[in-house]
């Protein structure tokens, strides 16, 4: 793919990104830093933030390269109906808000793995506390680190490896601030990213309007609707060859509630920016952030389905093109390769500031479970508040380090993209939903339940995806419930095997625990009154209006 390097213009923008970036940073650092900090000051912030600070914090940590690069590859390919994930959050937000953050602020959770332990036991807690850094440093860290050099690498015209080394360098200065300054910086960090994000569908919906002789966005996106009516439904039918990865209406009633509830409200790279704030700030931050979410589907989809249009019409032939077949996850590349001297810099900022954001975020977060729950409980359960914040910084850099190492070994093109992300995250989440949501809401459910869920629900995750290669499916395709994949053969869609996961877990939970017959007395269920779920007027009307703009949104595209 031909690659137009950045301009002096270009380098000017980012370096003014970059300065605005690091001088507010360390102006926060200096001005939060507290005399006697201690270690939930440093990793949870914790009374320092606002509500537009842990907003801004969750969209800057969740937009990474795999929204940019492989949601507008799935806008490309499938349309609109991929922007389910965005939309689909926001309301997820809402309940998580409501339901999540007062159990969690109630009974002083501060980590993950300190709930199972609150809840369940330490065994549960430090199998899923070492399950989490694996995951958080192999999988996730790494990801994003490559995802988004490749990325930075195609507009830029460096080299992977540096791209590499400079976002890990950037994202490492601002971790290390702890999360005042992660939290804050990422207000800029947004800010760049939408920016820079709505330029880009500027252009590309313009150059829609200009291939058919007409000029302006609203004409544009008229054209693409008229031009690519198929890629404006968010209900997929079965006949639809995407509809293997959105099937139907599972992305309203069944599978991907598990995608959203296990990654929103279950998740400490996301939940840990609402941990240190008191109930009203923290969901004042969480419906901030379902108000951005609306709004993503504009940035990381619609480019996907210009170039789609413009794809139809004879445009961008060699650039879609990868090992002698259209590679949907060039679309945003390509346009952002087409954006005048400035513009260009102003997208590559949006793009690294995604990136950095992320890594920042996840590290933090890795630094909080090695360091709170791993390192204190079993390397030095005496530990000052001043050995677990130098702990945590060099956590940071180890972890960052790692992941520099492990990247190159990648590959470039490992059926990378959002949605195989996506499949891969659902085998174990399930089971960790499970776990956490009836030890929320059921006392009677043991430790043994919760090790059942996590375990035998990663198993029979591999199960369904495995079981196509042993039995014929083609009796469930009336159903819905299988359909035929790229060789022809019927499987369950992956969002529809998370659901019916989640149930086998539920079920076993539930039979292991009245097995059990744990007494009232013996339980170790956590501090829940109703009234924590009440919510503030301003809050209600808030999340009235986002649920009455997500039913216009999927009724107008349904």
């Known amino acids: 793919m031909k690659t137009n390097l950045l301009e002096l213009k270009d380098y000017i923008v980012f370096a003014v990104y970059f300065v605005i970036v690091a001088a507010y940073g360390l102006y926060i650092y200096k001005k939060k830093k507290s005399a006697t900090s201690d270690s939930k000051d440093y990793f949870l912030a914790e009374g320092s933030l606002t509500w537009w600070a842990i907003g801004a914090s969750l969209i800057a940590s969740n ?68 399950f989490w850094l694996l995951l958080y440093v192999v999988v996730n860290l790494t990801s994003i680190l490559y995802l988004g050099a490749l990325a930075v ?35 800029i960090q947004v800010f760049f990213l939408i920016l820079g994000g ?19 966005i609203l004409e544009g996106y008229s054209l693409m609707t008229s031009k690519a009516s198929e890629h404006f439904h968010m209900i997929l039918k079965p006949e639809n060859e995407n509809y293997i990865d959105l099937p139907g209406l599972s992305v309203l009633i069944g599978g991907m509630w598990i995608v959203n509830l296990n990654y929103w409200g279950c998740n400490q790279y996301i939940t840990q920016r609402a941990l240190g704030a008191d109930l009203n700030t923290a969901r004042g931050g969480l419906l901030f952030a379902a ?24 445009h961008f032939q060699s650039e879609m093109v990868h ?14 390769n087409l954006l005048p001297a400035g513009l260009k810099g ?18 933090n977060s890795i630094a909080t479970i090695f360091t709170l729950d791993v390192y204190k409980k079993v390397f030095n359960t005496q530990a000052t508040e001043k050995n677990l914040i130098v702990t945590g910084k060099v956590t940071i850099i180890v972890a960052m380090l ?88 019927y499987e369950i869609p992956f969002i529809d095997r998370m659901g019916f996961v989640f149930v086998f877990c539920i079920i076993g939970m539930f039979i292991i625990s009245k097995l059990q017959k744990v007494s009232a007395a013996d339980s170790k269920g956590l501090e829940i009154d109703v009234n924590m779920f009440k919510t503030s007027r301003s809050f209600a009307v808030g999340a009235i209006i986002i649920i009455g703009l997500l039913t216009a949104l999927y009724s107008i595209y349904w």
């Open 346 to 363: 102003l997208s590559f900022a949006a793009l690294t500031a995604a990136v950095v954001a992320s890594l920042a975020g996840k590290a």
């Open 63 to 130: 937009i990474s390269a795999e929204q940019f690069i492989g949601m507008s590859g799935s806008g490309f390919k499938m349309g609109l109906a991929i922007a389910t994930y965005e939309w689909m959050a926001a309301l997820t937000l809402i309940i998580v808000a409501v339901f999540f953050i007062p159990v969690y602020l109630k009974n002083k959770i501060a980590t993950m793995p300190q709930f199972l332990h609150q809840r369940y036991n330490g065994t549960v807690a430090m199998i899923m506390a070492v």
């Open 323 to 336: 090992d002698g077949s259209v590679n949907p996850d060039r679309a945003y590349p390509v346009l952002l």
């Open 402 to 489: 790692l992941s520099v190492l492990i990247a190159p070994h990648l590959g470039i093109d490992k059926k990378g993209g959002f949605q195989y992300i996506q499949e891969y995250t659902g085998f174990v989440s399930p089971g960790i939903f499970a776990m956490f949501i009836l030890g929320f809401f059921w006392k009677k459910t043991t430790s043994s339940a919760a090790l059942f869920a996590t375990i035998g629900g990663f198993i029979m995750s591999l199960i369904l995806k495995a079981l196509p290669n042993f039995a014929d499916l083609s009796w469930l395709a009336s159903t819905g419930f299988a359909v035929k994949n790229s060789e022809g053969i």
């Open 153 to 187: 690498s195609s507009i830029s015209g460096f080299s992977i490896e540096a791209c590499m080394y400079a976002i890990a360098i950037f994202a490492i200065i601002i971790t290390l601030g702890g999360m005042k300054v992660i939290g804050y910086t990422d207000v």
């Open 198 to 216: 709505l330029a880009t569908t500027y252009l590309a919906l313009n150059l829609v309007s200009e291939h058919y002789g007409t000029n302006g």
């Open 291 to 314: 108000f951005l979410k609306l709004l993503m589907p504009i940035i990381v989809v619609l480019p996907g389905i210009a170039a789609y249009v413009l794809y139809k019409e004879g």
